[in-house]
């Protein structure tokens, strides 16, 4: 048994998508949960956000970022190509019924796991403002798919490339001042982004939903691999969430777990089973 | 004439010095000799006590007189009739507690090698004979079973002998379950698990990896949906206990779970050949005295650590390992911190563990278990320098399980709340056993359960 990759696309030179044959994954998988996968026999199980699913045809969607030794495999396994695993999907599901109006902000790749939010948000009827942050406007993914989903689409870049110069967190503080009343804000990306937005919303107590993605290895509860400090207990990112109450986060925990096997990535990389030039016949 | 020698023929095994810098098995076995010298030790006694002390009622006296006469195969077939992985058992057994404490040489001398003797015999099959597998003729019901470990394989394994189309779920990508994730390969080799999952599916039983019930699929849709006739609940005990204590965040501190999940499974002892690493530093804690800190402490030394301690609250008498595995343990360096309780991990400012805070303890009077309770001793606390810890203090069930089945009754523990003579739970064609509702034990235990429960779907579904 193995995954076909039926749609791959190269969003970004960084970031790609990978739209993959798994039906009993389609049937179940909810905007907020995540799949795991192993490329290979000598691969790692690494968790990626369900970016998009079609139960009818039974795929999911995953985009993946290019930051380290399975992300630059996983970029030389083609269309039509098979992973060798792919399981789920694990985690709760974000609830997301009851919000009236919402401010959904992504950060780079993290825009991608805020698409599937928004989407359900906007079909629930919701008034959805998407915010959404990148380094310059060559990164700048889904753009047609937010517009198409959200009443309100505020791109950002880092250098002003697009026109729309500086953080996600500054936009969402203009909005506020403006006097925008959101009941929810979901804030996905990286941990220092999540961080910040959390410390904008915090005055104003306004609910702010974040998606960890710690290290993890089987995303069923049993490695604990994913604990995470909320509210001063620990919880299993995988089971308990991936989504928490950001203002309850220890972030600083989280940031230096973040960092526990980063020599190892590089010794991986620099050192570890080549699947270059090697095609993925898993089936 | 039985043979009156009074110490059981000893195992040959790998010096402690080499092995404890390889991940080979430890123990290499009996040679036929061997073998049939320990079996003309057992006296064939007339009551058979020893089968009283085996789980799955092996046929012990039986197999043993067919070594006697140099018939390994008869031997091999006569455990096969009740044990379905004698291979695993001869090495994972804790037969001191079991079949060989009731051996009637047990009184004055060594015990018969029981254990040793079904190992060689599995292994001797194995080398020896082509599997020969028929496809029994299909009954036409199907049962689904959750869960690839022991207990699982065992009752899969059962029921397809009886003709029941089985199908059986196992969330990781490959089956076998603790057999595969925790006992580590030095102790049973991940090659002989995997013949015996082989026969398994040469005699028709389906495994579906990468399917986790309570996620992918609910328990109610096996059974209204997907048309089992029932479903046999072996999921395991999977959830790592943590200590509850200060510092149990930072960053070189594992469960159990994770640490040997990274070794075995993932084969982390071989990076960066596979992807999967593995961090070992130079002083490693092990918190627990079970079997499972035993292989993560034996684990660690072959990593490479310097110094590994097991930290274990009571005394050697009390540690639940195997009487090998802490034998094992102590000749390949580990050393044993007992009486002693952690209080505190302390980490340095990049969130790495550095130290950790011990309370000596003595023990005062027996608690619920049976064993003297450790009690603190005030003002005793030490530092000790420790950049890794693997906290191995039990596991308990996962709850995906109970918390998506309706009407499923679990006790405070979450284990499922199961008839202990035939895995039935509270719900209607739903069987539990194994781990999932005794709590983290033995392998034996968990096959011994699954073995009831087909035996008992059987009963129900003939009916």
């Known amino acids: 048994m193995a995954y076909k990759i039926v749609r791959k696309e190269v969003l970004n030179p960084q970031i790609f998508l990978m739209e993959v044959e798994a039906p009993l994954v389609a049937r179940k998988a909810e905007p907020g949960q995540f799949i795991i996968l192993r490329i290979d026999e000598y691969g790692e199980r690494v968790p990626f956000t369900v970016a998009d699913f079609d139960r009818e045809k039974g795929t999911v969607t995953i985009i993946v970022q290019i930051v380290g030794k399975t992300t630059r495999d996983l970029a030389q396994v083609e269309e039509g190509e098979y992973l060798l695993d792919f399981a789920g999907p694990l985690g709760m599901p974000t609830p997301l019924e009851g919000i009236k109006k919402v401010a959904v902000i992504g950060g780079g790749l993290g825009t991608a796991i805020a698409y599937p939010q928004a989407k359900k948000l906007h079909n629930l009827g919701a008034d959805v403002t998407v915010i959404t942050g990148f380094r310059d406007k060559s990164l700048i993914i889904l753009e047609d798919e937010l517009k198409a989903v959200s009443d309100k689409l505020i791109i950002t870049t880092d250098d002003g490339s697009n026109g729309v110069k500086g953080f996600v967190t500054e936009r969402l503080q203009e909005l506020i001042d403006a006097g925008e009343k959101f009941d929810e804000v979901i804030a996905i990306g990286p941990l220092i982004m999540m961080k910040n937005v959390c410390k904008v919303t915090e005055p104003y107590g306004i609910k702010t939903t974040v998606s960890m993605n710690p290290v993890m290895i089987d995303g069923t509860g049993m490695c604990g691999g994913c604990r995470i400090i909320v509210g001063g207990e620990t919880k299993f990112a995988c089971v308990d969430g991936p989504d928490f109450d950001g203002h309850k986060i220890d972030w600083d925990s989280a940031m230096k777990r973040g960092r526990m096997f980063r020599e190892y990535e590089q010794r991986s990389c620099d050192e570890g089973h080549c699947r270059i030039g090697r095609s993925n016949n898993n089936a | ?463």
Not at chain 2, 83 to 101: F, K
Not at chain 2, 108 to 132: C, S, T, Y
């Open chain 2, 1 to 463: 004439m039985p043979n009156m020698r009074a110490d059981k023929n000893p195992m040959p095994e790998q010096a402690p010095d080499v092995r404890n810098k390889n991940f080979l098995e430890v123990t290499t076995g009996y040679t036929e000799e061997m073998a049939r010298d320990e079996a003309d030790r057992c006296l064939n006694c007339k009551n058979k006590p020893c089968m009283n002390g085996c789980p799955v009622s092996v046929k012990i006296p039986e197999f043993i007189s067919f070594i006697k006469t140099g018939d390994f195969e008869g031997a091999y077939q006569k455990i096969k009739e009740t044990n379905a992985l004698p291979a695993v058992c001869g090495r994972v057994c804790p037969q001191e507690t079991q079949c060989e404490s009731k051996c009637v040489r047990g009184i004055k001398n060594d015990p018969v090698g029981i254990g040793r003797l079904e190992r060689f015999v599995a292994d001797w099959h194995m080398a020896n004979v082509e599997e020969k597998i028929e496809k029994p003729k299909p009954n036409g019901k199907k049962v689904a079973v959750v869960g690839s470990g022991p207990s699982g394989l065992t009752a899969a394994g059962d029921l397809a002998k009886r003709g029941y189309s089985v199908t059986v779920y196992e969330a990781f990508h490959t089956a076998g379950g603790v057999l595969m994730y925790g006992i580590p390969e030095f102790r049973l080799p991940k090659d002989i698990v995997q013949k015996e999952i082989a026969n398994l599916k040469a005699m028709g039983v389906d495994i579906q990896t990468n399917v986790i019930i309570g996620k992918t699929i609910m328990v109610d849709e096996l059974l209204d949906d997907m048309g089992y006739d029932a479903v046999y609940i072996g999921s395991g005990a999977g959830l790592p206990s943590f200590m509850g204590i200060e510092g149990e965040s930072l960053n070189g501190v594992y469960s159990a779970n994770e640490f040997l999940t990274r070794i075995n499974l993932m084969k982390g002892y071989k990076f960066p050949e596979y992807d999967t690493p593995v961090y070992v530093g130079k002083n490693v804690a092990v918190l627990g005295g079970g079997n499972v800190a035993m292989d993560a402490a034996r684990s660690a030394k072959r990593l490479g650590a310097e110094n590994v301690y097991i930290v274990y609250r009571r005394g050697k008498q009390e540690l639940p390992a195997r009487a090998e595995e802490v034998e094992h343990a102590e000749q390949e360096g580990i050393v044993f911190k007992l009486l002693q309780n952690p209080t505190r991990f302390i980490g340095d400012e990049n969130g790495w563990v550095k130290q950790m805070e011990v309370i000596h303890m003595e023990l005062g009077e027996p608690d619920a278990s049976g064993r003297r309770r450790p009690v603190p001793v005030e003002g005793s606390e030490e530092i000790l320098d420790i950049d890794t810890v693997v906290v191995s203090i039990g596991q308990t069930p996962n709850p995906l399980i109970r918390k998506t089945t309706k009407g499923l009754e679990t006790n405070r523990h979450g284990c499922i709340v199961a008839d202990e003579a035939t895995g039935k739970t509270s719900r209607e064609h739903v069987y539990a056993g194994g781990d999932v509702v005794t709590g983290a034990a033995t392998v034996i235990l968990a096959m011994g359960a699954g073995k009831a429960a087909a035996e008992a779907i059987d009963k129900e579904l003939s009916e």
